[in-house]
């Protein structure tokens, strides 16, 4: 089991910035892929950023592209999303996952089905 808390989100200004965390524990070792996907009230689930555990791979939905960032620190088993030049579309309830025992398949997990286990979510909310 892996176990994943989210933190840091809150209310900015469009235009800010903001950076949000998700601290993996349990069973870290597993872990093969991180991913932030977003959700805002009354539509689906959509992708945000993905990392792997080991290495530096990463792949961005094309609505955060040029804007956020995502990176990891294994050794504080957290992964961060650093979003700037934030817009008021990118209010959303924030979620980590984590793809565990898996290998390299050549391609970059996108689906909220390719996570086996997910965080609680943080609020992020953009004003105009």
């Known amino acids: 089991q892996v176990q994943l808390v989210e933190s840091g989100g809150g209310l900015v200004q469009a235009g800010g910035s903001l950076r949000v965390s998700c601290a993996a524990s349990?069973?870290?070792?597993?872990?093969?892929?991180m991913g932030w996907f977003r959700q805002a009230s009354g539509k689906e689930r959509e992708f945000v950023a993905t990392i792997r555990w080991s290495g530096d791979t990463t792949y961005y939905g094309d609505s955060v592209k040029g804007r956020f960032t995502i990176s990891r620190d294994n050794v504080k088993n957290t992964v961060y999303l650093q979003m700037n030049s934030l817009k008021p579309e990118d209010t959303a309830v924030y979620y980590c996952?984590?793809?565990?025992?898996?290998?390299?398949?050549?391609?970059?997990?996108?689906?909220?089905?390719?996570?086996?286990?997910w965080g609680q979510g943080t609020q992020v909310t953009v004003s105009s």
């Open positions: 349990g069973r870290t070792f597993s872990i093969y892929a």
């Open positions: 996952a984590a793809r565990v025992n898996s290998y390299y398949s050549g391609r970059y997990y996108t689906s909220s089905s390719d996570y086996n286990y």
